[in-house]
């Protein structure tokens, strides 16, 4: 529960730290200020935090469909 409780503050608040870039964006109708580099670099980051969790879910994903498939098939 902590561990689960720990993930989902540290997403929210990785969400919530684009907030006041995204307001600033939009009253200012400016993005001079912005760093490229630092956002591409962002998104691979959060790409390769993508394809990490469907890796390491994933595998336990394809478990529980084949154990819920030979509970289908064998009754």
Same mark, same amino acid.
């Given at each position: 529960? @902590?561990?689960?409780? &720990?993930?989902?503050?540290?997403?929210? &608040?990785?969400?919530?730290?684009?907030?006041?870039?995204? @307001?600033?964006?939009?009253?200012?109708q400016s993005t001079k200020d912005i760093s490229l580099p630092m956002y591409i670099i962002q998104i691979i980051g959060i790409i390769l935090w993508v394809i990490f969790g469907f890796i390491t879910n994933g595998i336990f994903l394809m478990l529980?469909?084949?154990?819920?498939?030979?509970?289908?098939?064998h009754g």
């Open positions: 529960m @902590l561990i689960q409780l &720990l993930g989902l503050s540290a997403g929210g &608040l990785v969400i919530i730290a684009s907030l006041p870039q995204i @307001l600033k964006i939009i009253q200012t529980n469909l084949f154990i819920l498939y030979l509970k289908l098939k």
